[in-house]
C-alpha cells in the first residue's frame, strides 16, 4: 500500500508541475533525437558500482527534457538491470556554467540476486542535478537519484556525457 501510494504522489506531482508549462512556447530544441552519452556512478542500498547509457530526446515541453536511459548495477549480491524515463525542468537555459535541473522518473527494474530468486517491478525516483558544456556542445553532467521504490537503489550518485550530434 505504501508503495502505491508513493507511485500515484510521485505521477500526480509531475503532472502538477508540467501542466502549467504545456502551453509555453516551443524552442529548437523540441520532442527529438539530440544525441547519447554514457553514465557511471555509485548506488546505495544496494552497494554497486552502475554503470550505463542514456539519450538526449530533447523537450516534449519548453524546459522539460526527455532523457531517457539504461543502468546496469553490479554488486551487493545481486544485478539490477533499469530501463528508466526520466523527465527534467531545466531551471536555466544556458548550460555555459553549471545549471541546475530536477524531475522524475519511472522505470523497470529487474533484479538477478546470486542465491535468490529473480524480480521485477516499476521503480519511481526523485532526479537532481547539474550540467554543464564542454567542447563541441557536448554536455557533462552529475545527478543524483532518490529511490522511492522497493525495487530500486535508495540513492544514487552518477556522473555522465552527453555527445551532441
Given at each position: 500500500?505504501?508503495?502505491?501510494?508513493?507511485?500515484?504522489?510521485?505521477?500526480?506531482?509531475?503532472?502538477?508541475?508540467?501542466?502549467?508549462?504545456?502551453?509555453?512556447?516551443?524552442?529548437?530544441?523540441?520532442?527529438?533525437?539530440?544525441?547519447?552519452?554514457?553514465?557511471?556512478?555509485?548506488?546505495?542500498?544496494?552497494?554497486?558500482?552502475?554503470?550505463?547509457?542514456?539519450?538526449?530526446?530533447?523537450?516534449?515541453?519548453?524546459?522539460?527534457?526527455?532523457?531517457?536511459?539504461?543502468?546496469?548495477?553490479?554488486?551487493?549480491?545481486?544485478?539490477?538491470?533499469?530501463?528508466?524515463?526520466?523527465?527534467?525542468?531545466?531551471?536555466?537555459?544556458?548550460?555555459?556554467?553549471?545549471?541546475?535541473?530536477?524531475?522524475?522518473?519511472?522505470?523497470?527494474?529487474?533484479?538477478?540476486?546470486?542465491?535468490?530468486?529473480?524480480?521485477?517491478?516499476?521503480?519511481?525516483?526523485?532526479?537532481?542535478?547539474?550540467?554543464?558544456?564542454?567542447?563541441?556542445?557536448?554536455?557533462?553532467?552529475?545527478?543524483?537519484?532518490?529511490?522511492?521504490?522497493?525495487?530500486v537503489s535508495d540513492f544514487k550518485f552518477l556522473v555522465g556525457w552527453t555527445f551532441v550530434e
Amino acid at each position: 500500500m505504501r508503495k502505491s501510494m508513493r507511485i500515484v504522489t510521485m505521477t500526480a506531482l509531475l503532472a502538477a508541475a508540467t501542466a502549467g508549462l504545456a502551453s509555453a512556447d516551443s524552442r529548437d530544441r523540441s520532442f527529438g533525437y539530440y544525441g547519447w552519452g554514457p553514465r557511471v556512478g555509485v548506488s546505495v542500498d544496494p552497494d554497486q558500482i552502475v554503470l550505463g547509457a542514456h539519450l538526449d530526446m530533447g523537450e516534449p515541453i519548453t524546459q522539460i527534457r526527455f532523457q531517457p536511459n539504461f543502468e546496469v548495477g553490479f554488486g551487493d549480491d545481486v544485478t539490477v538491470f533499469e530501463f528508466n524515463a526520466p523527465f527534467h525542468f531545466r531551471f536555466s537555459e544556458p548550460v555555459d556554467v553549471w545549471s541546475p535541473y530536477a524531475g522524475a522518473e519511472l522505470g523497470w527494474a529487474f533484479a538477478s540476486y546470486d542465491d535468490a530468486k529473480d524480480t521485477s517491478d516499476l521503480g519511481v525516483k526523485i532526479v537532481g542535478g547539474f550540467e554543464r558544456h564542454i567542447s563541441g556542445g557536448d554536455k557533462f553532467f552529475i545527478e543524483g537519484k532518490i529511490g522511492l521504490s522497493d525495487e530500486v537503489s535508495d540513492f544514487k550518485f552518477l556522473v555522465g556525457w552527453t555527445f551532441v550530434e
